[in-house]
Structure formats: C-alpha cells, structure tokens
Nanobody, 126 residues
Framework: QVQLVESGGGLVQPGGSLRLTCAASGHPLEHYATGWFRQAPGKEREGVSCIRSNDGSTYYADSVKGRFTISRDNAKNTVTLEMNNVKPEDTAVYYC???????????????????WGQGTQVTVSS
C-alpha cells in the first residue's frame, strides 16, 4: 500500500523560510515522478514544483521560481520542498503526490499524479 506523509507545515512570517518533507512508503520515489501541489481556500489545486525520476529534472510554477527548491533523497525515500522568501500568497494546504506508473509528467498538473498525501497547512502571516 502506497502512503505519502507530509510534514513541516506551520505559521511563518513573510520573508521567512519553511521546509516541507514528503515521506513515502510502499513506493520508491526514485523511480516515479513526484510533486508538490497547493490549494488555497476557494481556489483550484495547482502544481508548485515537480521532479522527474529519470534525470531529476524539475519544474517550478512561475510564482515560486527562484524561491522554492525541490529535491529528492533516494536513501530516505523522501521529497523535500525548501521554501524561501515566502509571501502571504503562498498560504495554502500543501500536498505531496506521486504517479502510479512511471510515465513522467508534462506540466506538473495535479491530474498527472495518482497517489496523494493528506496535506500540510502553510500559513504566511505577520
């Protein structure tokens, strides 16, 4: 059974940093594309950042480029999202997701991913 567990969310001031971790069991993330997504109240879920399995290439939404960094630790079977210089508009529930079959992703859309974590709240406020 595939299980994804997110951790690291919380309250952070604008300009601060936060690290989100997605720990997987039953599914070796090094062989599957994995991504971070977020959903703010009243908005659709959107792709924040994704990482491919084959070459480790990454995708970032324009809104987070230069501020967020995605990485994978194959030994720990985790994917991490480093969030720097956070802004109030980054406030959302953040989800980790991975694909069921190793087909890769095109544009880091939520529809391209199959297994989801329960989410972790990130609130950016002074």
């Amino acid at each position: 059974q595939v299980q994804l567990v997110e951790s690291g969310g919380g309250l952070v001031q604008p300009g601060g940093s936060l690290r989100l971790t997605c720990a997987a069991s039953g599914h070796p993330l090094e062989h599957y594309a994995t991504g971070w997504f977020r959903q703010a109240p009243g908005k659709e879920r959107e792709g924040v950042s994704c990482i491919r399995s084959n070459d480790g290439s990454t995708y970032y939404a324009d809104s987070v480029k230069g501020r967020f960094t995605i990485s994978r630790d194959n030994a720990k079977n985790t994917v991490t999202l480093e969030m720097n210089n956070v802004k109030p508009e980054d406030t959302a529930v953040y989800y980790c997701a991975t694909e069921r079959y190793a087909v890769g992703f095109l544009d880091c859309s939520p529809y391209e991913f199959d297994y989801w974590g329960q989410g972790t709240q990130v609130t950016v406020s002074s």
